[in-house]
Each structure stands twice: as structure tokens, then as C-alpha cells.
């Protein structure tokens, strides 16, 4: 795959960290427990990798390129991620992957949720 240039990193990624916490009413309540913003792009899918994702339910929309960061953004560092947004949309992950392999770049695929309030 190929890692993006400089210049393409250019939309701002909020990583979202939630967990579930139960609360007074025999249930359990979703709370973010971590948040941090990075750059990145996100590009859309071909039609070929959205149908073959549909096909196992693991619906993918988008990638998310991210630069690999230590203790921040790489694959094993993100293993409980569950939402990222960018400009006023969310997206819940799918799959997180090293770039080949390389530990320079952090590809997510993620899918589509809709827009943020």
C-alpha cells in the first residue's frame, strides 16, 4: 500500500476511547474515557472493498491514514479504540493496520456512523 505524502495529512482525527460503566439503573452507561486529536486523511472506499465488507458485516466506508505515533496511534495502542470523528462526522473502526509494516503510518478502516452533535 502506499503511505501518504506530507501534504495529504490534512484533516484533524479526534480519537475517542469509551468504556462501559454501570449506573443506578441496573444498566450500563458509555463514557469516554480518553480523547486525543492528530492529523490525517480520510478517503473513501471503492465500491469493491464496501461490497466485499458488507458481505461479513463489517460494513467498511472510509480509511483513515494516521501517522504512527508511540503509545498513541499504533495498531496495538488502539485495540480498544471505538469511535474517531473529523469535521463534524463519526465513524465507528472496523480494522487497524501498520502500513507495510513499517511503523511509520496507521491505516483504520472504519465505517460511516453520521454527524456529531
Known amino acids: 500500500m502506499i503511505e501518504p505524502l ?6 484533524r482525527i479526534t480519537f475517542e476511547f469509551r ?6 439503573k441496573s444498566g450500563f452507561d458509555e463514557v ?19 461490497w466485499g465488507s458488507a458481505q461479513i458485516e463489517q ?3 472510509h480509511r483513515i491514514f494516521v501517522r504512527a505515533i508511540p503509545g498513541k ?5 488502539l485495540t480498544k479504540l471505538v469511535k474517531v470523528s473529523s469535521e463534524g462526522l463519526k465513524y465507528r473502526v472496523r480494522r487497524v493496520l ?3 509494516s513499517a511503523h511509520r503510518f496507521t491505516l ?9 452533535l
Not at 108 to 116: K, P, R, Y
Open 6 to 11: 506530507s501534504g495529504d495529512m490534512n484533516s
Open 19 to 24: 468504556k462501559s460503566v454501570p449506573n443506578t
Open 32 to 50: 469516554t474515557t480518553n480523547t486525543f486529536t492528530v492529523w490525517g486523511r480520510i478517503e473513501p472506499v471503492g465500491f469493491q472493498v464496501f
Open 59 to 61: 460494513t467498511v466506508t
Open 73 to 77: 496511534t499504533y495498531p496495538q495502542d
Open 98 to 100: 501498520d502500513i507495510n
Open 108 to 116: 483504520l478502516e472504519v465505517q460511516a456512523e453520521g454527524v456529531t
